[in-house]
């Protein structure tokens, strides 16, 4: 399972926009995932008899039809588990098996194994349980009745939000609802474990966090991490649904392979996919904001609640994420944040890409557009009045904003996208148009980089140079499409002075580089560029000083380009170099490590630096909406993104434009749907709708802008991964514009998330005042 790239080994390679590293081979259909492996003799199809109620305890189950189902082999339950019946990511309440009682439905209560996957699903569902039901939570509301958290409400605080609140010439409370999301990869759920010998199981898993489903296998099992070896070459996309969720799928694979021997794998069926794994986070955000006439913010309190969920999950750190940046590039002097996490009876939400920034930045951008409203005020002009500057430089949760460059950034793509002209052009538009009506809107972001949990800032990486000077690179990262793999190589390539065709790109492996981290928050180039080039700087620091002992001179000046090498007088080929120091027992091989630093965080007063940097950038967008529909229709998108010295463009700026979509498709479309017994009803792509070609702008520009990284990151760049998504809080604030511009008199418009056509419709009636 590994692939190479080609690239003349001549010039730069870091920097330049190579294609991703299996681009050919998905233009070709011949990259590889777990479903394309050959099924191995004996394999093992698997499926979830699952639960039909959402809150239950389990008074007796009936699996006789089950077991005598056709082709079924085996059938399990908690009872078979010889470890520890958990899969979850921290808190070690997530069964892989439901034990005594139910606490969502769709939850996992017996695992069937079968000849065939058909079987295996027919099979499930003839379980027959009976429960003792009880009335599910469900809602915010009745959360909150009854008190359902999974942990203490939290407070960020500065200053006295109150009395400035009351000290304020004006002052606006309001709510925004915004909905949740599911991950929709084109590659669903699913694991291959397959038995080695004296008990040891290999697991191909579609997983971003190895390490864990690793260490989760090996506790459920009973056995040793080292008994365990997790392997993902790719992933057909995961954005956060693949963080803690695939363990779920992984851990019962692998406990069919340890009672039978035989090879097991589940794929899940999507619709069942859908119903078995977390979302984002649905929030619902109560606001109160005192102002002066220019907009400018005087104090703030802000209510985030979530819906979690069942159990914990990684619930407590994502709500911190939303109240980091509840604050996006703006300064709040007094402020009051406080976040609800309620525990819910529903599939546990979980990580998505932003992991809860995307919620708390657009509570503060609707801030923003009800302040300009009720001032009949350019909202661009009433954020650019509350953005972070000299002497207001410092967030919430006491760090210093060292790197603010949203200002500049803003003003550049203000000038460079024509706002003031093209405002001047929808105002125009409206007034002659009563049908159709237009919005702009310019929104910033800015998104703290690292994990907020400290210890996970840490990568491991393994580095091999063969004697014929090919390069074999493995680390903790894992590939889900966003290029992980090829921006690693490229820092390799350039630390040798080769071209990209002499590096080999290798699956992810438990037992190549241990105890990784996930790849998530946007911080997989990041920490896994820079432990790549610790062990190639290893090897390049042994093969320079092999040089100067044969060729003269000092290793400092050997000089490694365009593959060869200078040494001493002499430039010799990159091949014949390995070759020779080979010969003269050199070690080419090297782990390197790296560990963010200058990180630390109270969590419990909710004070500290838990970022190494931020990354920024603006979206300037335009929309239209049919008032009589409720239809809309993003016209333009321009973006400015700040990738620092972007390692590859290319890729980069493939990200941006993903990350954008993906937002306006949980702006404006993604709709989640449960009945009052908490089934969840849009569980397919029939009934929940992701952007399509058609949804993507009209017309959709990006460019990125240049400058480095103050930071001392992989060769200056920024993370890409997740502060795209929040780019799409434009298309939002558009929205609302547009809704505005019906009868600009009554305001900023009450507008939930999703915006759908019916939510649409609302708000017209309301903005115009016929709603009844």
């Given at each position: 399972?590994?692939?190479?790239?080609?690239?003349?080994?001549?010039?730069?390679?870091?920097?330049?926009?190579?294609?991703?590293?299996?681009?050919?081979?998905?233009?070709?259909?011949?990259?590889?995932?777990?479903?394309?492996?050959?099924?191995?003799?004996?394999?093992?199809?698997?499926?979830?008899?699952?639960?039909?109620?959402?809150?239950?305890?389990?008074?007796?189950?009936?699996?006789?039809?089950?077991?005598?189902?056709?082709?079924?082999?085996?059938?399990?339950?908690?009872?078979?588990?010889?470890?520890?019946?958990?899969?979850?990511?921290?808190?070690?309440?997530?069964?892989?098996?439901?034990?005594?009682?139910?606490?969502?439905?769709?939850?996992?209560?017996?695992?069937?194994?079968?000849?065939s996957r058909r079987a295996a699903r027919q099979a499930a569902r003839l379980g027959k349980i009976i429960y003792a039901a009880q009335e599910p939570i469900l809602t915010v509301e009745q959360a909150r009745t009854q008190h359902s958290l999974i942990e203490p409400t939290q407070r960020m605080a500065r200053g006295d939000a109150a009395a400035a609140l009351a000290a304020a010439p004006h002052r606006l409370a309001g709510q925004l609802a915004m909905g949740g999301q599911d991950h929709f990869y084109l590659e669903g759920q699913i694991a291959l474990a397959r038995p080695l010998e004296d008990g040891q199981v290999h697991v191909l898993s579609s997983t971003q966090h190895p390490s864990e489903v690793q260490h989760l296998v090996a506790h459920l099992l009973g056995r040793s991490s080292a008994d365990v070896t997790v392997e993902v070459r790719r992933m057909g996309g995961a954005f956060g649904g693949k963080e803690s969720q695939a363990a779920l799928y992984a851990a019962a694979a692998a406990l069919v392979v340890h009672h039978t021997g035989r090879p097991a794998k589940f794929r899940a069926d999507r619709d069942d996919d859908m119903v078995q794994t977390g979302k984002r986070h649905d929030f619902v955000v109560d606001y109160e904001v005192g102002f002066d006439g220019e907009g400018k913010i005087a104090g703030l309190h802000l209510r985030l609640a979530s819906r979690c969920g069942a159990t914990v999950d990684l619930s407590p750190a994502i709500n911190d994420r939303a109240m980091f940046h509840a604050d996006n590039c703006y300064f709040l002097p007094d402020v009051e944040i406080v976040s609800e996490r309620l525990r819910t009876n529903m599939v546990s939400a979980t990580a998505f890409r932003?992991?809860?920034?995307?919620?708390?930045?657009?509570?503060?951008?609707?801030?923003?557009?009800?302040?300009?409203?009720?001032?009949?005020?350019?909202?661009?002009?009433?954020?650019?009045?509350?953005?972070?500057?000299?002497?207001?430089?410092?967030?919430?949760?006491?760090?210093?904003?060292?790197?603010?460059?949203?200002?500049?950034l803003i003003a550049q793509l203000r000038a460079e996208a024509g706002y003031d002209e093209r405002q001047a052009a929808v105002a125009r538009f409206n007034a002659a148009s009563p049908i159709l009506k237009k919005g702009l809107a310019l929104t910033p972001v800015k998104f703290g980089i690292s994990f907020t949990t400290t210890h996970l800032n840490q990568a491991g990486a393994l580095l091999h140079v063969y004697a014929d000077g090919s390069i074999q690179i493995n680390h903790g990262g894992t590939e889900m499409?966003?290029?992980?793999?090829?921006?690693?190589?490229?820092?390799?390539?350039?630390?040798?002075?080769?071209?990209l065709d002499q590096v080999r790109i290798t699956?992810?492996?438990?037992?190549?580089?241990?105890?990784t981290s996930a790849t998530a928050a946007s911080s997989g180039a990041d920490l896994n560029g820079m432990a790549a080039l610790d062990a190639a700087q290893t090897i390049r620091g042994r093969l320079a000083e092999f040089c100067a002992r044969t060729f003269g001179g000092s290793a400092q000046d050997v000089v490694f380009a365009d593959g060869q090498v200078c040494a001493g007088g002499e430039t010799i080929p990159w091949p014949v170099l390995c070759r020779r120091a080979h010969m003269a027992r050199i070690s080419l091989s090297s782990t390197g490590f790296y560990a963010t630093p200058d990180l630390h965080y109270d969590r419990a007063a909710h004070q500290g630096q838990p970022f190494y940097y931020f990354a920024y950038g603006a979206a300037l967008v335009e929309v239209v909406i049919d008032t009589l529909t409720g239809e809309h229709r993003v016209l333009a998108a321009d973006i400015l993104h700040d990738c620092g010295r972007s390692l590859n463009p290319a890729i980069d700026k493939g990200q941006i434009e993903g990350g954008f979509i993906q937002g306006q498709g949980w702006l404006t479309s993604e709709e989640l749907v449960w009945n009052d017994e908490g089934a969840l009803l849009t569980h397919a792509p029939s009934t929940y709708k992701i952007p399509t070609a058609n949804d993507r702008p009209v017309r959709l520009t990006v460019a990125l802008w240049d400058g480095a990284n103050h930071r001392p990151t992989i060769h200056r760049s920024k993370a890409v991964g997740e502060p795209p998504f929040m780019l799409a809080n434009a298309v939002f604030s558009a929205l609302g514009a547009a809704i505005a511009a019906c009868n600009p008199a009554a305001g900023w418009p009450t507008l939930d998330a999703p915006a759908t056509p019916e939510r649409i419709l609302a708000a017209l009636a309301r903005q115009r005042g016929t709603a009844s």
């Open positions: 399972m590994a692939d190479t790239l080609t690239r003349p080994p001549a010039g730069p390679v870091v920097g330049m926009g190579q294609r991703h590293d299996s681009a050919h081979l998905h233009v070709a259909g011949q990259a590889r995932y777990i479903d394309d492996e050959p099924e191995l003799p004996g394999l093992l199809h698997l499926a979830f008899g699952t639960s039909t109620k959402a809150r239950a305890q389990i008074v007796a189950m009936d699996l006789a039809a089950v077991r005598a189902a056709p082709g079924v082999v085996a059938v399990y339950t908690a009872a078979d588990i010889p470890g520890a019946n958990d899969v979850s990511p921290v808190a070690g309440d997530d069964r892989l098996l439901a034990q005594d009682e139910v606490v969502w439905l769709g939850q996992p209560v017996f695992l069937v194994a079968a000849t932003g992991f809860g920034g995307p919620q708390g930045m657009l509570a503060i951008e609707r801030v923003m557009d009800a302040v300009a409203g009720h001032l009949g005020r350019d909202p661009l002009a009433v954020r650019v009045a509350n953005l972070y500057g000299p002497g207001r430089d410092v967030t919430p949760y006491g760090m210093v904003v060292a790197d603010n460059i949203a200002p500049d499409g966003q290029g992980l793999y090829t921006k690693v190589a490229q820092v390799v390539a350039q630390a040798f002075g080769v071209g699956a992810t492996r438990t037992d190549k580089v241990p105890n």
